[in-house]
T-cell receptor
């Protein structure tokens, strides 16, 4: 089945220790998104790529970086995680950038100790 | 600023009908989405409305009034598995999705 895959599902990292979350898709969609979602809050868009064009949201902290080496894969790097970065990180894809539903991966729950 | 409002939590009884409201103020409008999100899982697409009126899809229906900046999601014949959060999201003039915080729906037997 075509899908969006995120690994790992649960990630524990230490305060200040860099961590990378990964996302892959078999849908061949042009657009990939990274969201941060904290409990009972709306998903917050961090970045999105239209193909290789990178779009950084204005309020995304510099501590967060992203890479998209090819159509299928996208990575979220957190350079120095703080306790406030503990959240669910959702990867999503869509065919285009306009009126398209987004397909979400299962998410990675990040715990910072 | 851009804003999406929906109730934080609602409770309903199995077999009943529930209506979840969403009001929005955004920079432009290119459609409104409803997503379902079970606890600890990713959101899944339910519906998309861009024209005024009611869209029916099985037990779920979604209504839009663009002039009022208002939508609702109607769930009929509620089942226990419908217990989840329901997220309203609006596509603004830049085709950015603006998300509400979600309405947690609790179904009681």
């Amino acid at each position: 089945d075509a899908m969006v895959i995120q690994n790992p599902r649960y990630q524990v990292t230490q305060f200040g220790k860099p961590v990378t979350l990964s996302c892959s898709q078999t849908l061949n969609h042009n657009v990939m998104y990274w969201y941060q979602q904290k409990s009972s809050q709306a998903p917050k868009l961090l970045f999105h790529y239209y193909d290789k064009d990178f779009n950084n949201e204005a309020d995304t902290p510099d501590n967060f970086q992203s890479r998209r080496p090819n159509t299928s894969f996208c990575f979220l790097d957190i350079r120095s995680p703080g306790l406030g970065d503990a959240a669910m990180y959702l990867c999503a894809t869509s065919r285009g950038q306009e009126v398209e539903e987004q397909y979400f991966g299962p998410g990675t729950r990040l715990t910072v100790t | 600023g851009q804003n999406i409002d929906q109730p934080t939590e609602m409770t309903a009884t199995e077999g009943a009908i529930v209506q979840i409201n969403c009001t929005y103020q955004t920079s432009g409008f290119n459609g409104l989405f409803w997503y379902q999100q079970h606890a600890g899982e990713a959101p899944t697409f339910l519906s998309y409305n861009v024209l005024d009126g009611l869209e029916e899809k099985g037990r779920f229906s979604s209504f839009l009034s663009r002039s009022k900046g208002y939508s609702y999601l109607l769930l009929k014949e509620l089942q226990m598995k419908d217990s989840a959060s329901y997220l309203c999201a609006v596509l603004d003039s830049n085709y950015q999705l603006i998300w509400g915080a979600g309405t947690k729906l609790i179904i009681k037997p």
